[in-house]
């Protein structure tokens, strides 16, 4: 590495500093360049990228197919708002829709907004077709959620850094513990007032929880048979991340390229964002049943960007290519290696102590108190030996690669990997 490139990333990572607000707390490494599973840093150093960009990069970096979608539809039209159509947004939630398996798609721009939207139709339903009294809608959502950054949505987050001095918070939510029926149940029963059930299907940021087996789906009948919306957060699940198009489609044949998803638990309303443009665009979405997204009227809710023709093309890019390139299944596969091998691993490691997680969404524990930092120092070192993942809760390492990632190359990032840790142990 020479002085004048060294200077290169240090001056990046200054006028950051100096420039940006500080809501971030970066690895130190400047990115320039990504390609498939990989990423170069501005001294020309390849890494395998093992976050995907909180997994918005699902078909990898700079994906063609979404790219030239991208550019061809950027020189022709990028945005009218909704003030007018287009002639884009109608194909794409068409074939979106025919996709997830919804009568209607509302799109939004970032996963925070497409949280908002659901909350705002839930409400919405709740008075208008469930028939409760204005303003006493209620919803339930779990402990240790992320569902985005708003004061809405914050204010039902229990990471007190997220929280503090962000009041006075907004109304109307009752948090549960996760994985906990007899909770979700005892709730339900005994207040009238309850509009839906916001959920994580694995709560990624949490630390990658994965729920008891048959949870989603217990907690799918509850909501029925009290007649609350269950309301599925897939911003990080979604879109082929977990081994299946959604994280809700349990053992459903995904894996079969042409399956486009017959659910184990179908929500009623499923948000979507991040993947859903591949990381080229901000594109979210939430899809619902007529009888649901029919509470939207004309000047309910909108966004000058969401539905815009640029986001529609790159969209359908984007899902075109989890389809084509079976990635649910390949996420499946490598996930199941990727556990093995970890697993393995851990049986003699004094530093690692549990791997988990679905598909290629996944965490490794690390032997160590919440407030230490060794998980941030595993990462450095990962860094040094070619591999970029980053602590979600102090101990808490998750791996989460583009999904367009080959056998050999997983078989070589757990190697990195193993070898990293052991040099912690
Ligand atoms: C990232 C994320 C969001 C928020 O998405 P943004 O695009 O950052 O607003 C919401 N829910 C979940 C589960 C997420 O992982």
Redesign the pocket.
């Known amino acids: 590495m020479s002085v004048l490139e060294r200077t290169k990333s240090e001056e990046a990572i200054a006028l950051e500093n100096k420039y940006g607000a500080h809501n971030y707390h970066p690895l130190p490494v400047v990115l320039t360049r990504g390609e498939g599973v990989y990423v170069w840093d501005v001294d020309g150093k390849k890494y395998y990228d093992f976050l995907s960009a909180?997994s918005a990069v699902n078909q990898g970096h700079c994906h063609p197919t979404i790219i030239n979608a991208m550019s061809e539809q950027a020189k022709t039209l990028t945005l009218t708002s909704r003030a007018f159509y287009n002639d884009l947004l109608g194909k794409y939630e068409k074939f979106a829709t025919e996709f997830f398996g919804f009568d209607k798609l509302l799109p939004m721009n970032?996963?925070?907004e497409a949280?908002e939207t659901a909350l705002k139709i839930c409400r919405k339903w709740a008075y208008e077709k469930k028939g409760l009294d204005e303003n006493d809608a209620e919803i339930v959502v779990c402990e240790n959620n992320?569902?985005?950054?708003t004061t809405t949505i914050i204010s039902f987050s229990n990471d007190p850094v997220a929280r503090k001095n962000f009041g006075p918070y907004m109304q109307g939510f009752i948090k549960i513990e996760y994985d906990n029926l007899n909770a979700l149940e005892e709730v339900l029963s005994s207040n009238k007032n309850i509009a839906g059930f916001l959920v994580?299907p694995i709560q990624?940021?949490a630390g990658v929880y994965v729920p008891s087996e048959g949870y989603l789906k217990r907690a799918k009948a509850l909501c029925e048979k009290y007649n609350v919306l269950f309301i599925a957060?897939e911003?990080?699940t979604g879109i082929a991340r977990t081994g299946r198009l959604l994280a809700t489609c349990g053992n459903c044949s995904c894996p079969d390229k042409n399956c486009s998803g017959t659910p184990e638990v179908k929500p009623d309303v499923l948000i979507l964002?991040?993947a859903l443009s591949g990381g080229a665009y901000p594109v979210?979405a939430v899809l619902a049943n007529n009888e649901i997204m029919e509470v939207i009227e004309p000047g309910t809710h909108g966004s000058t960007f969401g539905g815009n023709p640029l986001a529609a093309a790159v969209a359908m890019a984007a899902l075109k290519v989890v389809k084509e390139e079976a990635l649910a299944e390949n996420a499946d596969r490598l996930g199941a290696i990727f556990r093995r091998e970890l697993n393995d691993y851990i049986k003699e490691s004094e530093i690692c102590s549990l791997v988990r997680g679905k598909g290629l969404l996944n965490a490794i524990v690390i032997n160590d108190d919440e407030e230490s930092d060794t998980a941030w120092n595993v990462c450095l070192r990962l860094r040094d030996n070619g591999l970029l993942a980053k602590p979600t809760h102090g101990n808490i390492i998750r791996f989460a690669p583009p999904l367009v990632m080959t056998e050999a190359e997983l078989r070589d990032c757990v190697s990195i990997i193993i070898k990293t840790l052991k040099e912690f142990e």
């Open positions: 909180y970032t996963g925070a949280v992320f569902h985005g950054r994580e990624g940021e957060d911003v990080q964002g991040k979210s």
